[in-house]
Antibody, heavy 121, light 109 residues
Framework: EVQLVESGGGLVKPGGSLRLSCAAS????????LNWVRQAPGKGLEWVSS????????YYADSVKGRFTISRDNAKNSLFLQMNSLRVEDTAVYYC??????????????WGLGTLVTVSS | SSELTQDPAVSVALGQTGRITCQGD??????VSWYQQKPGQAPVLVIY???KRPSGIPDRFSGSSSGTTASLTITGAQAEDEADYFC????????????FGGGTKLTVL
């Protein structure tokens, strides 16, 4: 059974830092691209960052570029998001998600339960 | 970057057919996926690659996409289908970015 379990969320002051983790199981972790997607309270979904299977290709939304860093440890089946210079508008539930290749494209097929990050003074 | 536009709310009578639409330029090029999200829960994939249904998703859920518009149809809506629904595709700014619609709240009357 595929499982993605996020951790590391919490309350942090503006300008502070936080490191999120996602522990994966039930699939060959190193073969998949992974993403962080966030959802502000009562709002929609926003893609944050992606990392390809071998970590050579990494992508960020403009809203977090230069402040967040995505990484993965394929030996430990883990995905990370280092968040620096946090802003009030970064407050959200952060989901770890998995990409599946299909035909000429791909889709996000599985989501973790999420971890809540609250940025407030 | 591209955008996906959804109506904020759609209602459907119990047992009737409800349709949720998603519009965006990226849909001309990329597959659309649909996710169901109930309060306090993570999103669940209900349609991928425009019209494919994952195992375990009832066949009352179907999808289509043409040009810049995609649709999620629920035929014979049930009370448990009341949820938020989000469409999703790759972003036209790059194959490696994702974009989501703003979500549609489906109410089953």
């Amino acid at each position: 059974e595929v499982q993605l379990v996020e951790s590391g969320g919490g309350l942090v002051k503006p300008g502070g830092s936080l490191r999120l983790s996602c522990a994966a199981s039930g699939f060959t972790f190193s073969s998949y691209s992974l993403n962080w997607v966030r959802q502000a309270p009562g709002k929609g979904l926003e893609w944050v960052s992606s990392v390809r299977s071998r970590s050579r290709d990494i992508y960020y939304a403009d809203s977090v570029k230069g402040r967040f860093t995505i990484s993965r440890d394929n030996a430990k089946n883990s995905l990370f998001l280092q968040m620096n210079s946090l802003r009030v508008e970064d407050t959200a539930v952060y989901y770890c998600t998995r990409d599946i290749n299909y035909g000429s494209g791909s889709y996000i097929d599985f989501w973790g339960l999420g971890t809540l990050v609250t940025v407030s003074s | 970057s591209s955008e996906l536009t959804q109506d904020p709310a759609v209602s459907v009578a119990l047992g009737q057919t409800g349709r949720i639409t998603c519009q965006g330029d990226s849909l001309r090029t990329y597959y659309v996926s649909w996710y169901q999200q109930k309060p306090g829960q993570a999103p669940v994939l209900v349609i991928y690659a425009n019209n494919k249904r994952p195992s375990g998703i009832p066949d009352r859920f179907s999808g289509s996409s043409s040009g810049t518009t995609a649709s999620l149809t629920i035929t014979g809506a049930q009370a448990e289908d009341e949820a938020d629904y989000f469409c999703n595709s790759r972003d036209t700014s790059g194959d490696h970015h994702w974009v989501f619609g703003g979500g549609t709240k489906l109410t089953v009357l």
